[in-house]
């Protein structure tokens, strides 16, 4: 009888059941492409290697750390190819994301923080650019608009104090157009750079399959959460922020985004880029554990994409 209903299980509590008795890797692969959650899933993997390991115990198999990591990876890796062959991008980077987790490699999670900041920098650049750019285009429109019948004395100093905004503007407009490209060279060596692991191969897995990732559900609400438009019906995360020739002209708000600053009445822009990196303020009253856990959520949906992950 039991052995008839696990022939084909279908919850998660029946993939828990035939995967525990029997801890097959194509039985795992089946799972993984079923409809059950990703917590469901994530359960399930990690019950699914536990097994592997009693498995070999009972058999009195040489217990190494190293060689029942190796076999966990090893299972994992299979699972992973099999998942690309099958088109299933999305299982594949929750598999990559637990092999993430048992390589445990302080230089990969470095080589993410590192490439999550220069994203940043990069939106906050071109934001910047596009704000400063508006505001150019404001000034001269002003200058346009004064009225001839206007006292002299007050067209005059209207006219001084815009151009001399002018001035200011288009200056910085220039050291930010050495920025990018400065920063845009950064970022091409920080991707020459990626790791040969699970995170690199994650990385370039998700922004090669999906070019919108970063419209993910978790992202917008961390953009929401921040105050930015994703919270508003302007949609300017998802619109071109930039009319040059700028590669990170899509993206989430940063601290200089121009209908931020505009809707909050404030023209203060963020000028310390450390306040717009995906890190937790002091003063937040926030427990480490809390501020940690924060963080791995923004690396997970960055480089992974998976949400319930973390």
């Known amino acids: 009888m039991f052995r008839f209903l696990f022939r084909n299980p279908k919850t998660a509590e029946d993939w828990h059941a035939h995967l525990r008795r029997n801890p097959n890797r194509q039985k795992m692969l089946k799972c993984l492409l079923s409809d059950i959650s990703f917590s469901d899933k994530r359960m399930i993997l990690n019950a699914f290697l536990q097994a592997c390991v009693e498995k070999r115990q009972r058999w009195k198999l040489p217990q190494d750390p190293k060689k029942l990591a190796y076999k966990k990876q090893s299972k994992l890796l299979w699972l992973e190819s099999k998942l690309d062959e099958a088109s299933h991008i999305k299982t594949a980077q929750f598999i990559r994301f637990a092999l993430y987790n048992e390589e445990d490699n302080e230089n990969d999670m470095d080589w993410c923080s590192r490439i999550i900041r220069a994203d940043v920098k990069a939106r906050w650049l071109v934001q910047r650019e596009a704000y400063l750019n508006e505001e150019v285009q404001a000034l001269h429109k002003s200058l346009s608009l004064l009225p001839l019948n206007a006292d002299e004395a007050v067209s005059a100093a209207a006219a001084t104090q815009a151009e001399f905004k002018l001035k200011i503007y288009e200056k910085e407009l220039r050291l930010l157009d050495n920025a990018y490209w400065a920063h845009k060279k950064h970022i091409w060596l920080l991707e020459a750079g990626i790791p040969v692991s699970a995170a690199g191969r994650a990385y370039e897995?998700?922004?090669?399959?999906?070019?919108?990732?970063?419209?993910?559900?978790?992202?917008?609400?961390?953009?929401?959460?921040?105050?930015?438009?994703?919270?508003?019906?302007?949609?300017?995360?998802?619109?071109?922020?930039?009319?040059?020739?700028?590669?990170?002209?899509?993206?989430?708000?940063?601290?200089?985004?121009?209908?931020?600053?505009?809707?909050?009445?404030?023209?203060?822009?963020?000028?310390?880029?450390?306040?717009?990196?995906?890190?937790?303020?002091?003063?937040?009253?926030?427990?480490?554990?809390?501020?940690?856990?924060?963080?791995?959520?923004?690396?997970?949906?960055?480089?992974?994409?998976?949400?319930?992950?973390?």
């Open 205 to 310: 897995a998700r922004r090669k399959n999906i070019p919108d990732w970063y419209l993910s559900e978790w992202l917008r609400r961390d953009c929401v959460g921040r105050g930015g438009c994703c919270g508003r019906g302007c949609g300017c995360c998802e619109k071109v922020r930039s009319n040059k020739d700028r590669e990170w002209k899509y993206g989430h708000c940063t601290g200089a985004c121009g209908c931020c600053m505009r809707t909050k009445g404030c023209r203060k822009v963020v000028i310390d880029l450390e306040d717009d990196m995906y890190e937790l303020p002091d003063d937040c009253e926030l427990s480490e554990d809390c501020q940690q856990r924060y963080v791995t959520r923004v690396m997970v949906a960055y480089i992974w994409g998976c949400e319930g992950c973390a």
